[in-house]
């Protein structure tokens, strides 16, 4: 089964610091890839999501991730954090074309981002 | 704007009650899930539905089961609850032609004592 790993559970960083929230995924075959944040008892709400074309993706809220095909990665990064990106990230990963389990998104455990005045 | 909604926010029910979970989606999509959430362990399928009356296990289906009679509606079903099934419950669903990306309902608190 496919494997999604988040490297760092927690990642607190100061107000208008850049941070890298790192993701890894298993799979061998052809990928989709997508971020969700989750805000305080909230569901999940779409960041980013890379399909094919440009391996740089660019998402809501400033944030961007960049797909490595080579390293099987999708680490998500923004220039410059404000209070207000406190929360929960998730990456996910879907295999474009196996069977049974097409359109399955398997997820990383999630990394919580603070982020201190 | 696809919009995925959940019948509670906030559940509370006795060790041994049947619970049902309702989940609802106004996109026309065909493939709708079931996950629950706990932290530290992340998102983990219970269920996930491709048709009307279809249904696959996800990785945790054990003390549950789902019914998916009309497309735009997927039931989480506990046939007896019990206390480790205390969690946050997530629906989702999802669409082919946006490479499946996964719509989120704002969850379900559920409490079982």
């Known amino acids: 089964a496919q494997s999604v790993t988040q490297l760092d559970s927690q990642v607190p960083v100061f107000e208008e610091a850049p941070v890298e929230l790192r993701c890894n995924y298993s799979?061998?075959?052809?990928?989709?890839l997508f971020w969700y944040v989750q805000y305080p008892n909230q569901g999940l709400q779409l960041l980013l999501k890379?399909?094919?074309?440009?391996?740089l993706v660019k998402g809501i809220n400033g944030f961007e991730a960049e797909f490595n095909k080579s390293q099987t990665s999708f680490h998500l990064r923004k220039p410059s954090v404000h209070i207000s990106d406190t929360a929960e990230y998730f990456c996910a990963v879907s295999e474009t074309s196996r069977g049974s389990t097409l359109g399955r998104l398997y997820f990383g455990r999630g990394t919580q981002l603070t982020v201190w005045p | 704007d696809v919009k995925v909604t959940q019948s509670s926010r906030y559940l509370v029910k006795r060790t041994g009650e049947k619970v049902f979970l309702e989940c609802v989606q106004d996109m026309d999509h065909e493939n709708m899930f079931w996950y629950r959430q706990d932290p530290g362990l992340g998102l983990r399928l219970i269920y996930f539905s491709y048709d009307v009356k279809m249904k696959e296990k996800g990785d945790i289906p054990e003390g549950y089961s789902v019914s998916r009679e009309k497309k735009e509606r997927f039931s989480l079903i506990l046939e007896s609850a019990s206390t480790n099934q205390t969690s946050m419950y997530l629906c989702a669903s999802s669409v082919r032609d946006r490479g499946y990306e996964q719509y989120f309902g704002p969850g379900t608190r559920l409490t079982v004592t």
């Open positions: 799979s061998s075959v052809s990928v989709y």
């Open positions: 890379y399909l094919s074309g440009s391996t």
